[in-house]
């Protein structure tokens, strides 16, 4: 049961109403999430930002769901993790894939390590070390994707959290 309701944009703060009635426009409508977020209008906009500016990431849509799966399953936001499973199969994974990714690995040794430091930049960012980055180079990670894994893991962070603190559930 949610916590946070979601707002209309006639309901919501000044900044946040703009904010919805644009994507209204251009979309026909925003979810749950989105309204319920209008209820702080820097949040919203964060958020619209930093999502914006995600999708300019280097890595491959397939590995980014990979990702995304794997923190939110850490994270443990339902409504997060049926959102990624759907746009991991649009991006082709198989249900192997998804699953593995939810176990926060993968078959290709390459990925497994990159969704392995990911993880740790969730759950333990200070245990990270001049050793685990340099493994990263070694697989042919630059240092772009491993700076991005940082946006991606905060951005995922940031979703789910939000929609456990809102009560927030998948879509039935």
Not at 4 to 13: G, S
Not at 116 to 128: K, T, W
């Amino acid at each position: 049961m949610p916590r946070l309701r979601p707002l209309a944009p006639e309901e919501a703060p000044e900044k946040s109403r703009e904010l919805l009635s644009d994507i209204v426009t251009r979309r026909g409508g925003v979810g749950d999430m989105v309204a319920t977020m209008a209820h702080s209008p820097a949040l919203l906009q964060g958020y619209l930002d930093f999502s914006r500016a995600m999708k300019r990431v280097k890595l491959p849509r397939a590995l980014s769901e990979k990702i995304s799966l794997a923190a939110q399953e850490w994270i443990g936001c339902a409504k997060c993790l049926a959102a990624h499973t759907e746009a991991a199969r649009a991006a082709g994974l198989s249900e192997v894939d998804i699953s593995l990714a939810r176990q926060g690995t993968s078959t290709d040794a390459r990925e497994a390590a990159l969704i392995g430091a990911a993880l740790r930049v969730l759950a333990e960012p200070s245990s990270i070390s001049d050793d685990d980055v340099a493994e990263l180079r070694r697989r042919g990670w630059s240092d772009r994707v491993i700076a991005e894994i940082v946006g991606l893991v905060t951005l995922n962070l940031l979703t789910g959290a939000f929609n456990l603190l809102a009560g927030l559930e998948p879509s039935a």
